[in-house]
């Protein structure tokens, strides 16, 4: 029931920007915890930020200050604005919901940073 349909990402060199989007469907009580994570190879799934239907935010250390996460509640979607990308940013993002207590994931969508 519960799906989340993710866009954005691609190529782009470093210091540049890129935004993902993430809408969110088939809940009957709203998405309260929506976030995005992210992973590369050889490594863990790891949160890059998070953020509630009440605005609250937190981010990854790594992130800080150059990602910014928003959301629309309105139209059930996430937004991450990433600003100043470096190589180390080339990952797979997941676009990440909890909705009773269960975890949901989108399909992931590549972003690359070529130094």
């Known amino acids: 029931q519960v799906q989340l349909v993710e866009s954005g990402g691609g190529l782009v060199q470093a210091g540049g920007s890129l935004r993902l989007s993430c809408a969110a469907s088939?809940?009957?009580?709203?998405?309260?915890?929506m976030g995005w994570y992210r992973q590369a190879p050889g490594k863990q799934r790891e949160l890059v930020a998070a953020?509630?239907?009440?605005?609250?935010?937190n981010y990854a250390d790594s992130v800080k200050g150059r990602f910014t996460i928003t959301r629309d509640n309105a139209k059930n979607s996430i937004y991450l604005q990433m600003n100043s990308l470096k190589p180390e940013d080339t990952d797979v993002y997941y676009c990440y919901s909890r909705v009773w207590g269960y975890d949901y994931w989108g399909q992931g969508t590549q972003v690359t940073v070529s130094s």
């Open positions: 088939g809940s009957r009580v709203g998405f309260n915890i």
């Open positions: 953020i509630r239907s009440g605005g609250s935010t």
